[in-house]
């Protein structure tokens, strides 16, 4: 019993580690010790988040997300006033700062998705921390055509921005902290709209979010990903029912359907009866 106890606390502890690595490394190149509770905070968040997961709390990830969620939202969006949309991301990158969001897309959007895929659109996006509230839990399916939309989103983003600075218009930290706000509120309408009019809380993240168009090529190749074990599993396809992202989880390919959607609610592995996943 004890060693199953500790087995469950090995993952956590792993998950702060790697998080605090990234704040000492930060710290002291930067020579910012702000970093060191940053990745501190977001590493304690997500590891509690895994440790109430094991322990089969039902909302352990909406724990996380709220926990994650409302400190980018909030305090470093609101009252730090940093813009952490990627309108944000493109404003410090074309101003030459490597801080705020630069840092934040690098290491969760860009880099990180290559060790646990799309897990902070399952754990710590403050916009799907509100739409993961709403009452459709189940996936409303697929809607086709409607892909293009987060490209053209993406784009517009960079061309807003790249105006911005072309234009020479003053005062541009005030503009980019009104556009985080007008974002957001903008963000938060559509994804409730969609989602009551597909009746699906994803709905957003499938067809309108531009950050997918940096997470699904990377988290193609995620070290961490859902695999089902051929021989437990009944084909009873629970998994396939219970996915907000339609993902086939019975596939192990990097292949197969919707595989770059999973964002490692763990919703498939909690629900499958056989524990194939």
């Known amino acids: 019993m ?6 469950k606390i090995v993952l956590p502890v792993i998950m702060l580690l790697l998080f605090l690595s990234v704040g000492v490394v930060l710290w002291l190149t930067r020579n910012n010790i702000f970093y060191l509770f940053n990745f501190g905070y977001i590493g304690i968040s997500l590891s509690a988040a895994v440790y109430l997961f094991q322990r089969r709390y039902k909302n ?11 400190y980018m939202l909030v305090f470093l969006g609101f009252i730090k006033r940093e813009n952490m949309q990627i309108e944000g991301f493109w404003y410090y990158l074309f101003s030459g700062t ?15 998705p290559l060790i646990f895929g799309r897990g902070w659109c ?21 809607r086709k055509g409607l892909g293009w939309i987060r490209y053209a989103v993406f784009i517009s983003s960079l061309l807003f921005t790249a105006a911005v600075f072309i234009l020479d218009i003053r005062d541009k930290d005030r503009i980019m902290f009104l556009a985080f ?21 994803r709905a957003f993240c499938k067809y309108i979010c531009p950050v997918t168009v940096f997470l699904k090529p990377v988290s193609r190749y995620s070290l961490i990903r859902i695999k089902c074990d051929g021989e437990k599993c009944v084909g009873c396809g629970k998994c396939r029912d219970v996915c907000p992202m339609d993902v086939d989880m019975l596939d192990l ?6 595989g770059t959607e999973c964002i490692l609610c763990m919703e498939c592995v909690r629900n499958c009866p056989k524990g194939a996943l």
């Open 98 to 112: 490597f801080e705020a969001a630069v840092i934040h897309y690098l290491v969760a959007k860009i880099a990180g």
């Open 2 to 7: 004890r060693d199953k106890e500790n087995k």
């Open 60 to 70: 352990a990830r909406k724990v996380s997300m709220l926990l994650i969620g409302l």
């Open 181 to 201: 706000v007008v974002g957001n509120v903008i963000y938060y309408i559509t994804g409730i709209a969609l989602a009551f009019v597909f009746r699906d809380n």
């Open 122 to 142: 399952g754990y710590a996006c403050w916009t799907a921390m509100v739409l993961d509230f709403l009452p459709f839990k189940k996936s409303g399916g697929r």
């Open 253 to 258: 390919s990097r292949n197969r359907k919707n």
